[in-house]
Structure formats: C-alpha cells, structure tokens
C-alpha cells in the first residue's frame, strides 16, 4: 500500500471500495478506511497532510472532478473533530465574516471593471446608448456571479477578451436558434456553426457602432425588450 498521498483516476471498479489507478489496475481501498466526499477544502487539506491517504478524482470532458478522499477512519474523525472545535470559536466566526466581506468587495469591483469592458467592446453610437447600457447589463448580470463558470470567470485571458467573448456567447444564446438547432456530430461542425454565428452577431454590433438604422424586427432589441409583469411592484 502507498505511505504517501496518491491521486488516482476514478472509474467504477467492480466493488464501491476499490478505485483504479492510472495504469488501470484496480486497488481495493485499505481496511478501516473511509471515504471523505469533497466540499470541506480544509478538511481534506488537514487528511491529506496527515499522512497515507488516496485522493479520488474523475476526468469529464476536459473537466476533473473530485469525488473525495479515502484516509484511516481514526484520523478523519480526529482531524474532524478538531475542525469542529476551531469552527466554534467566535474568533473563526470573525474571520470567516472577514473573509466573506472580503470577497464580496472583490466581486463587486469585478463586476464594476467587466461591465466597463463590456461597454468599452460595444462602443455603441450615442443614438443607441441605452441599448447599450441595457445589453451591458445583461451580459454581466450572466456572466460574472460566482461559480456561473462563464469565460468571465476566467483569467487566462484579459478582461476585454473576457468581455467580447460573453457578448457573442449571450448572443448566441439570447438573439439566435442555436440552442435549438440540430447539428450533425461530426466533428469540427458546432464550432463551424459556433463562428458563422458569431460573425452575425459582430455584423449586427457593427451596425449599432456606426448608428445605423435596426434592422427590421432586429433579435437583440427583441431580446432586451422588457417583458410583460417583469419588474413590476
């Protein structure tokens, strides 16, 4: 058996306490050890600095999720334990309160500098300045909560990139059929589909940049236009 943390590639084995590892053989889980689920980063960082535990993850897509942590039962309840003990104290409380203003401040500063960027990329004519400030918002009121896993939320790319690429994304969804096309799964063909409409949407930003007339019952005055009963009292 490992003595040391290991990360294992999780795909069902043939018995709920066994997890297989990335050379495919299949390891059954130590006796007296117990699985603990994720969602207690603190938990699971004290276990795994304990000492001998195996880490479960499962790759989706190009996405890995945890699906827990298997240590010596005596240790989760003791580490466990101890956590219990720290969370109770009126000083974690106020660095928990802390850290949540804390977060809460830095949010709202993003959504302040996404919302500039997105203002800035849409460079509307002054003849379409509401429109403007109307699709703004409605684009960061989408992308920026926590958690949304938009492209907002990354970092690899700067914020204005961040910020373009939201508009064509909730136009996409907002002011055309994709979500309800049916497109062949052939590969290549969504993205295809994915960049001729986002030149549709970049055709209809332009018009609205040169203070061109809208189009004809043009899809995105369409898809900002206040609905019946909504915000009202």
Not at 97 to 108: G, I, N, P, S, V
Request: a positive charge; hydrophobic letters at 40%; one cysteine or more.
């Amino acid at each position: 058996m490992p003595t040391e943390n290991t990360v294992v590639t999780f795909t069902p084995g043939p018995k709920p306490d066994t997890v297989r590892a990335a050379d495919g053989t299949v390891r059954t889980v130590p006796a007296g050890w117990v699985l603990v689920p994720p969602g207690d980063a603190a938990l699971t960082r004290r276990i795994r600095a304990a000492g001998e535990s195996w880490s479960v993850a499962e790759k989706r897509g190009r996405k890995t999720f945890s699906r827990g942590t298997w240590a010596p039962a005596a240790t989760v309840e003791q580490i466990r334990g101890d956590l219990e003990a720290e969370r109770a104290t009126e000083a974690h409380a106020k660095r928990r309160q802390a850290d949540a203003d804390r977060r809460e401040r830095t949010q709202t500063a993003y959504v302040d500098e996404f919302a500039t960027a997105v203002r800035d990329f849409l460079a509307f004519h002054a003849t379409y300045a509401d429109l403007a400030q109307r699709l703004a918002l409605a684009v960061t009121t989408h992308a920026t909560p926590v958690g949304s896993g938009t492209v907002a939320r990354t970092k690899r790319i700067p914020v204005e990139q961040r910020a373009e690429a939201a508009v064509i994304a909730w136009m996409r969804h907002q002011t055309t059929g994709y979500d309800s096309m049916v497109i062949p799964r052939v590969k290549g063909k969504r993205r295809e589909v994915r960049r001729m409409l986002a030149r549709r949407s970049q055709e209809l930003l332009t018009r609205y940049r040169r203070g061109e007339s809208a189009p004809e019952n043009c899809p995105l005055q369409k898809a900002l236009a206040p609905r019946p009963g909504v915000g009202a009292a």
